[in-house]
């Protein structure tokens, strides 16, 4: 799993607690995959690749491109403290995405919920420092 890292092209800072951080090796491994489904896309060596390659949807890469690398830049999961609530809201954001998946056959309808997710996460995390 921690070849998922290099996958972002981010430094995310890694957290003490083994639970916080597979639960959030776990997330950014669904996101990886929902976006090479939503994208049509086989698998990538980086965020950039995919998003480089993808042609289906330009206003998704140019919102990623402006403010959806900003908003990963900005998770520090080695500040997260609350280790529970962390690891039940990786849960709980875990099920709404696959639920959401599982409910659109077109999957278009899938960026919202990306959105939504990779905004949310850096301000849980601030939220349980």
Known sequence: MSNVYSW?????????????QNAFEEWLNL???ELHK??????TETLQELLDESNNDKYF????????????Q????????E?????????????????????EEEHK????TLISAIKVMPETMRMLY
């Open 61 to 72: 890469v140019e919102w990623f491109n402006e403010i959806g690398f900003s908003s990963l």
């Open 38 to 43: 939503y994208f049509g896309a086989s698998e």
């Open 8 to 20: 972002y092209g981010i430094d995310f800072k890694r957290s003490a607690s083994k639970n916080i």
């Open 83 to 103: 280790e529970d609530r962390f690891v039940n809201f990786v849960e709980f954001d875990k099920f709404l995405i696959e639920n959401e998946h599982e409910w």
């Open 109 to 112: 309808e899938m960026r919202g």
């Open 31 to 33: 996101i990886k995959d």
């Open 74 to 81: 900005q998770m520090n999961v080695e500040m997260v403290l």
